[in-house]
């Protein structure tokens, strides 16, 4: 199954087969295990590259989405939107570190700017602070 874990503190990170791909829908790599950024101040976006310490992640509540029944095995697409989120297709879980599953389901859309006010999910708010990312 494609797992993503909702760091506290930190990064997505993801695993099971995935395709990450740019916003321009290239692919950029088909890894088994990524840490993705989801604060918003990686200068290695889409990948996580430490700056999350100082971004205060870890005081805000996480949301939870649609619960579906367990999903088949099979490719998890993961492509950035260019300024905005990361779109996942594909069957895929999204868990916390203690294993409480926020969603899962086969189409979501995950905050990468570090200011959704429904994290871990895009609620537009990039939008508002001109969150700029390719
Ligand atoms: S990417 Fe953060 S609100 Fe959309």
């Not at 506290?8 to 990524?34: K, Q, V």
């Not at 599953?101 to 609620?123: H, I, M, Q, W, Y």
């Amino acid at each position: 199954m494609n797992v993503i874990v909702v760091h506290a503190d930190g990064p997505y990170h993801c695993s099971g087969a995935l395709e990450l791909r740019s916003a321009d829908s290239r692919i950029i790599a088909t890894p088994s295990e990524a840490w993705l950024c989801r604060c918003g101040l990686s200068r290695d976006k889409p990948y996580c590259d430490g700056s999350h310490a100082q971004a205060g992640l870890a005081a805000e509540p996480l949301s939870v989405g649609s619960i579906e029944p367990e999903q088949g095995a099979g490719v998890l697409r993961i492509r950035t939107r260019k300024d905005g989120p990361l779109k996942l297709e594909g069957g895929c879980e999204v868990r916390t570190e203690d294993g409480k599953v926020l969603l899962r389901g086969n189409e979501t859309a995950l905050c990468r700017c570090g200011s959704s006010k429904r994290k871990p999910f895009c609620d537009g708010t990039h939008r508002e602070v001109g969150f700029e990312a390719g």
